[in-house]
């Protein structure tokens, strides 16, 4: 009775591990380990350079310094732009005093000047006009010369020509300038205005500001050297916040989503970091080289945005990492 016994309770073990080994021969569907992907940290990096060219002043992070967002990490000599500046100012306030003149229009004193020189071109009229009136008489007799009388003729419309520009001139003075004057007027004070801002802003751009908090990874230019506009300076190394790329087949892209937790291991690091993932591609590719899987490299995988919640300088960009997914959905038996 006790080895029936026996045989019957090994024959059941037997089947129990039988099960588990095939899980229930293929009638059982679960996983207990997640699912394990492989990647490696994004390389993300932002070469600095300057908009305007000039000479490098300083340079002030090292390589490998950290530095913050929105800090000025190199200045150009700022001579030379702020002399350009200061002609464009300068520029700007002779543009705005003529607009102002013509705006305004002309002073009470200049009217009555020219006032005055229209009363004088009229005496002078009425002089000329009673001189060839008393020697057209006189010619007529021989009293007085032809030659006499026609320079006498010539002064007389001289004076009325005289008159007439005197007229012009007041009528000019009391108007104004033409509103086609005016709107060229204004016109050239925003051009001015426009050089100025311009000049400001190149002034602004001597100063080499990141644009976010990362690590110098290489100093290309120092202090002294002539650089031209867009000549890298500095390229910093972006690690916030810090990202991995992972691939996933297309066998188990259903098993995952955005938002999912992860553990992300590093090789040579103990340290355990907790993530997620932000992004799963729409698109799928051929499995890149860098990626090492159980599946042929000629397979179809798809790229899985993985961000890391607490990050440290052990994790380095490039680095290889291994990356869990201990909620991944079971996966689908054939």
């Not at 607009?99 to 305004?104: L, M, R, V, Y």
């Not at 010539?154 to 004057?181: F, H, P």
């Not at 989503?257 to 040579?268: E, H, L, Y």
Request: charged share 25%; glycine share 6%.
């Amino acid at each position: 009775m006790n080895l029936r016994r026996a045989f019957i309770g090994g024959g059941i073990i037997l089947l129990v591990l039988v099960a588990l080994f095939t899980r229930g021969f293929g009638l059982l569907d679960y996983d207990e380990d997640g699912l394990t992907l492989y990647g490696n940290v994004d390389i993300r990096q932002v070469d600095l350079a300057f908009r305007v060219g000039g000479r490098i002043a300083e340079i002030a992070p090292e390589e490998g310094e950290p530095v913050n967002a929105r800090t000025v990490v190199a200045r150009l000599d700022e001579r030379p732009l702020q002399d350009a500046l200061d002609a464009a100012s300068a520029q700007l306030a002779v543009a705005k005093a003529q607009n102002a003149k013509i705006q305004a229009g002309s002073r009470p004193q200049e009217i009555r000047q020219t006032q005055a020189q229209l009363e004088e071109a009229r005496a002078s009229l009425d002089r000329a006009k009673e001189d060839y009136d008393r020697r057209s008489e006189l010619v007529k007799t021989g009293a007085v010369s032809q030659q006499v009388f026609d320079a006498t003729t010539a002064q007389y419309q001289t004076a009325q020509a005289q008159v007439k520009a005197a007229r012009q001139a007041l009528s000019l003075a009391r108007e104004g300038a033409r509103k086609e004057d005016r709107a060229a007027s204004v016109a050239e004070v925003e051009a001015a205005r426009a050089q100025r801002n311009q000049a400001q802003t190149n002034l602004d751009d001597a100063k080499l500001i990141t644009p976010n908090s990362g690590t110098v990874l290489t100093r290309a230019r120092e202090p002294g050297a002539i650089v031209q506009p867009g000549e890298t300076v500095l390229t910093l190394t972006i690690d916030r916040p810090m990202r991995l790329r992972a691939y996933v087949g297309a066998e188990d892209l259903s098993r995952i989503s955005p938002d999912m937790k992860v553990t992300v291991r590093a090789d040579g690091n103990d340290k355990v970091y907790q993530g997620r993932i932000s992004q799963i591609s729409p698109t799928a590719e051929f499995t890149p080289k860098t990626v090492q899987t159980e599946d042929l490299r000629t397979d179809l995988v798809y790229r899985v945005r993985i961000l890391v919640d607490q990050p440290d300088d052990a994790l380095r960009q490039g680095q290889p990492v291994t990356v869990h997914v201990p909620g991944a959905r079971p996966k689908a038996q054939n």
